[in-house]
């Protein structure tokens, strides 16, 4: 990659705009001078504006950005809330099956051991003729 060198001002291009600026009187050295800083006057307000409009630029495509991902956010939140709904329909569900199955579970053991000496635990109201072993092959004493 070469880059073209400017070229250095020699002493020519000088004299030459010395000998111009000779030429023309105070009155169109004035006018020039002023043409000149409303030129730079144009130049800096065309650079302001372009840096308006480029920040400007950068600024809606931030916010349409941030916008974007706003919505993406709003959209995942909803998924989340349908998902947290049916999670909280399933732990409810369960909780009410683990209810029915611990009172069902209450209620056959209060049966067997009502009607089966075997199942109660010694000292529990048997007879006294009954025995308290279930391994033992003898019934009654």
């Known amino acids: 990659m070469s880059r073209k060198r400017k070229k250095p001002v020699t002493k020519k291009n000088t004299q030459k705009n010395s000998e111009q600026n000779s030429n023309f009187s105070d009155g169109e050295e004035e006018k020039n001078e002023e043409q000149q800083e409303q ?7 065309l650079k302001k504006k372009t840096k308006q409009i480029n920040y400007q630029t950068r600024l809606k495509s931030r916010v349409s950005e941030l916008e974007k991902q706003l919505s993406n956010l709003e959209q ?16 409810k569900i369960y909780k009410e099956q683990l209810d029915y199955f611990q009172k069902f579970m209450n209620n056959a053991m209060n049966f067997a051991t009502r009607n089966n000496p075997i199942f109660s635990l010694p000292g529990m109201g048997l007879s006294s003729g009954v025995n308290n072993n279930p391994f033992s092959n003898e019934k009654f004493n």
């Open 39 to 45: 030129e730079e006057e144009i130049n800096q307000t």
């Open 76 to 91: 995942e939140n909803e998924q989340f809330k349908v998902k947290e709904a049916i999670l909280q329909t399933k732990a």
